[in-house]
């Protein structure tokens, strides 16, 4: 398993700074105890930094594209591309965000062509209804419901 952080995220990345929106990145969160911790760019996760727990599968944690702290709810959010696609990554994609929301993580997924799309001016905006997500867990309802997809963004 590899971490690349692509142009998107990087794209992203800026609009959330833009918007003074507090992202984590390279966050692994783990899936047995639900905690997050920060590691070094690249760097993939051995074991839980807050639980200890070994890990022997990549099926127990989860690296997100972003974390999205001071709200109150904390949202993960994944950049997704064409590997995303694949039957095998779809299927321990929707394993690891169905733990994520049961752990309490709002998830948002945002597709590459999405941002690829976008102007800056777009991107501040996507950046800023995820920030008014995590402040307000309601909104993320409200928006979510119902919905597999709505425009490019997955509950």
Known sequence: MRYIVT??????????????????????????????????????????NRCGVTYTQPTQFTIPDFIIIGGQKETVVYVDGKPHEKTRRK????????????????????KNNLIDAAELSWLRVIANGIKYMTLNPEFYKRVTVGEKELVGVCS
């Open 7 to 48: 142009e998107w995220e990087d794209r992203l990345f800026n609009a959330f700074k833009d918007m003074y929106v507090k992202a984590l990145r390279y966050a692994p969160i783990c899936l047995e105890c639900g905690k997050y911790f920060v590691l070094a760019k690249g760097q993939v996760p051995t074991h839980c």
């Open 91 to 110: 299927k321990k994609d929707l394993i690891q965000r169905t733990i994520l929301k049961d752990l309490g993580y709002q998830v948002i997924v945002i």
